[in-house]
């Protein structure tokens, strides 16, 4: 089967046709497109030099906020005080900081020059949003994501001192939770948020959960971690 590729025509295909994943190739970031996306359960994800790629994958990896899981070991960290958590306090940050910092067994990044653009454009009309861990006044952690309705899609976190990125998550989740969401969309598996209570669900769940989580209005507008009292 031939893969779609996109014009200039705000629209995507149907995700149930999807060969290996890949919904389309092509378009563009700007916001309109974006926002598209995500409440068709679409993402994209590609390196730089290469075109567009619109993704949605047969198994989607959520994680359900009932199901959280905190290990003894992590609690400890958080009752410990050490890191501090803002929210939106500095997205652009962030972002950089997930496109530059290495991961284990990944060679380069995703999170190419457009792809911050669009993001930052997304944080700025209040759809994307940041977590941030600190120490002694020092970034060294944090999650960016999407917000529609009640779904949060995580994008991409990273880490400079040891569990900062799982207190971000962690942070994240609770006040995902208390403000109503349904879920938090993982996208694709990692072990690193499995071990905190993520699972694979097949597609054609994920697209049931997401028009429920949809048809909840929620206020696009900068968060805070008061909120979460």
């Not at 030099?49 to 990896?61: L, Q, S, T």
């Not at 992590?74 to 501090?84: A, D, K, L, Q, T």
């Not at 209040?126 to 899609?153: D, M, R, T």
């Not at 694979?200 to 697209?207: G, Y």
Request: charged residues 20%; negative net charge; hydrophobic residues 45%.
């Amino acid at each position: 089967m031939p893969i779609f590729r996109l014009n200039d025509r705000l629209d995507f295909p149907p995700v149930e046709g999807a060969e290996d994943g890949i919904v389309a190739i092509g378009g563009d970031l700007s916001p309109e497109r974006l926002l598209m996306a995500y409440s068709r359960g679409i993402f994209p994800w590609y390196s730089e030099g290469e075109p567009i790629i619109w993704h949605a994958p047969e198994n989607r990896f959520i994680l359900f906020l009932d199901e959280l899981h905190i290990s003894k070991s992590m609690r400890r960290v958080i009752n410990s005080n050490r890191f501090s958590v803002t929210m939106d306090k500095n997205f652009e940050a962030v972002i950089h900081q997930c496109a530059i910092v290495p991961r284990a067994g990944q060679g380069g990044t995703w999170i190419t020059p457009e792809m911050i653009n669009a993001y930052i454009k997304l944080h700025q009309l209040g759809f994307a949003h940041s977590i941030e861990v600190w120490q002694e006044n020092q970034l060294v952690g944090g999650v960016y994501g999407v917000s529609l309705g009640k779904c949060f899609f995580a994008e991409s976190m990273f880490h400079t001192v040891s569990n900062a990125s799982k207190v971000a998550l962690i942070k994240l989740i609770e006040f995902l939770k208390i403000n109503n969401f349904h879920f938090l969309d993982a996208q694709v598996f990692t072990e690193h948020v499995a071990t905190m209570g993520a699972r694979e669900i097949p597609r054609t769940k994920f697209m049931q959960l997401l028009n429920n989580g949809l048809s909840v209005a929620n206020e696009n507008m900068k968060w805070n971690l008061e909120d979460n009292s």
